[in-house]
């Protein structure tokens, strides 16, 4: 056979050990890999890179990265661009953990990686929760003089940030300065949106005027951030002198920064400034979505504007795209607690038959609203409904419905419903004990509540708190078992509970109310003492 002839038939092999890897029969192209390697026919080097090629193209990353670890073995000289693609496809496959083992590899072997790799390796570590290590491989760019570039140290601040390793972050920005290399609005948005989430509003601010005094324009996820924590600790004022500074930058506000303003101003009972600033956004033609109407409604409904929730949900409720199962649970939600019960349930029944799926809180809210008019075998019956249509209730949802059944004596469904929520793992909590120690006590079963008090004690659950203690005393006394429940109040530090005003003003009642005042003026000492050491 010709030197041709041979050639062109170890390329052949070459194609078919390269084919044969992207198919997975990887033992096979091996295996006629060395048998090539052995005819000196081709250029093994080259060869040697294309099957990296072709393993890493068919998602082979971790053969390839073994391989590359076995070719000093096999007597090759890899180059450094075989070990950026091996690394990258890495990278792509999430694996990057192998990727810095690559990079490990070649430090091991005295090869030094070059700026490429090490810019690959920081954004992927920084982002993968190991910002620690992608500072060590910035650092080492750093001293080798390479290209620094704003972005490898934003993310190194961002990795750091997601971490809540504030200080660290500070220091890489700060090092950053040092080196020349001149912040961005990236930058100053990802130290922004860290201290916000800190909690820290001087700093973020401090850092918002920075920006602007260096000449760094605000973007509007500048905005956004800082106003959606302004929102979140009502601090309305500044929130509008921002809005202010997008103005003058020619900037509109987006939905999420109303949407923001909105929640803030309904929970400070600026009802008169959300309607101005409906006005602002049909300005800046900005349409509410139904989040924005939610949050009006469910706002009007907490400062008991029922009529001006029911004409905003009427005005915008046959707008297509506006009104869903949201701004439906808000305003039936408004309905039941301002206790128009028939028309929650009007618009309740109205929101299925228009397609839409009920969720937890709108059922919820609708029990709630029945129990608490006393028609609580209408709420069991849309509760049956709601688990009917898989929807599952919450611990709330149980609660509600045990506290109605408690309240009005009726043992049987209270206990089902206390033994349906353990069997679906629905989590009891204090309030579900103290609703069940409350309605039997109060209907005249304090055995019953006793029972209950001392099946949550032997369990030593969590549940066990002040507030359940303070049922069970009340039941004691409401019975005239003035003894128990004297008894049961010395008990209380004894397991760690700490008694409140509430509990005092119930024992020194009882106790006064039945003549022992002796006793009565012990327990105000108590009370005195107690109340001087905190």
């Known amino acids: 056979m010709s030197e041709r002839d041979e050639v062109a038939s170890s390329e052949a092999r070459l194609e078919l050990v390269c084919g044969l890897a992207r198919l997975g029969k990887l033992e096979d192209a091996m295996q006629i890999f060395s048998t090539l390697m052995g005819t000196g026919g081709i250029r093994t080097n080259e060869a040697f890179g294309k099957l990296m090629y072709s393993l890493c193209q068919a998602g082979h990353t971790t053969e390839a990265c073994n391989l590359l670890k076995a070719a000093k073995v096999l007597g090759l000289s890899v180059g450094m661009d075989i070990f950026k693609g091996v690394v990258s496809s890495l990278i792509k496959a999430e694996q990057v953990k192998d ?18 790799i090490l810019d690959d390796l920081v954004f992927a570590l920084a982002q993968t929760g190991e910002a620690s290590i992608a500072y060590k491989l910035l650092q080492e760019l750093i001293a080798s003089s390479g290209q620094l570039r704003p972005e490898l140290f934003n993310c190194t601040i961002k990795g750091f940030a997601m971490e809540g390793q504030t ?9 950053m300065q040092s080196e020349g290399v001149q912040p961005n609005v990236v930058t100053y948005n990802t130290l922004i949106d860290m201290f916000c989430k800190k909690g820290d509003l001087t700093e973020a601010l401090k850092l918002y005027h920075d920006m602007k005094d260096l000449g760094i324009e605000p973007t509007i996820v500048t905005f956004s951030t800082i106003i959606n924590h302004l929102g979140r600790l ?7 002198e921002l809005l202010r500074d997008m103005t003058a930058l020619n900037m509109k506000p987006n939905l999420i920064i109303y949407n923001t303003l ?12 959300a309607s101005q600033l409906v006005k602002q956004m049909a300005d800046d033609g900005i349409y509410p979505d139904g989040f924005t109407f939610s949050i009006l409604i469910s706002n009007l409904g907490k400062l008991k504007k029922i009529r001006a929730a029911r004409q905003l949900f009427e005005r915008v409720k046959d707008k297509p795209g506006v009104v869903d199962v949201v701004t439906y649970t808000s305003f039936i ?9 028939r028309e929650a349930l009007k618009y309740f029944l109205e929101m299925k038959q228009r397609g839409l799926e009920a969720n937890v809180i709108t ?27 898989g929807c599952k209730p919450n611990t709330l949802t149980y609660n509600i419905l045990i506290r109605g059944f408690a309240n009005a004596g009726d043992l049987v469904t209270t206990k089902n419903l ?3 929520m353990e069997a679906r793992g629905c989590e009891s909590d204090p309030f ?7 309605g039997f006590g109060r209907t005249g079963y304090t055995d019953e509540a006793y029972e209950i008090f001392k099946l949550i004690k032997k369990r030593g659950c969590k549940s066990l708190d002040v507030v359940v203690w303070n049922s069970m005393l009340g039941a004691f006394l409401k019975a005239g078992k003035v003894d128990e429940a004297l008894a049961s109040f010395y008990e209380m530090p004894e397991l760690g509970i700490v008694p409140t005003t509430k509990t005092y003003r119930l024992i020194i009642f009882g106790l006064r109310n039945c003549g022992r005042n002796i006793e009565a003026e012990k327990v105000e000492k108590l009370q005195l003492m107690n109340s001087s050491e905190l």
């Not at 009502?234 to 509008?240: E, F, G």
């Not at 909105?262 to 400034?273: C, D, I, V």
């Not at 939600?333 to 019960?341: F, N, P, T, W, Y």
């Not at 809210?365 to 028609?375: C, E, F, N, P, T």
């Open 432 to 438: 579900t004990y103290s609703a069940l120690i409350n």
């Open 167 to 175: 200080d660290t972050a500070i220091k890489v920005f700060l090092e």
């Open 333 to 341: 939600a408004a309905l039941g607690k301002a206790g128009h019960v």
């Open 262 to 273: 909105f929640k803030a101003l309904g929970r400070s009972g600026h009802t008169e400034a």
């Open 99 to 116: 990727a810095y083992a690559i990079y490990l590899h070649l430090k091991s072997i005295d090869r030094v990686p070059d700026s490429a």
């Open 234 to 240: 009502n601090v309305i004022d500044k929130a509008y």
């Open 363 to 389: 059922y919820t809210s609708i029990i709630d609203a029945l129990v608490k008019k006393g028609r609580r075998r209408m709420g069991h019956t849309i509760f049956k409904d709601m688990v009917r249509a």
């Open 418 to 420: 206390l033994y349906d």
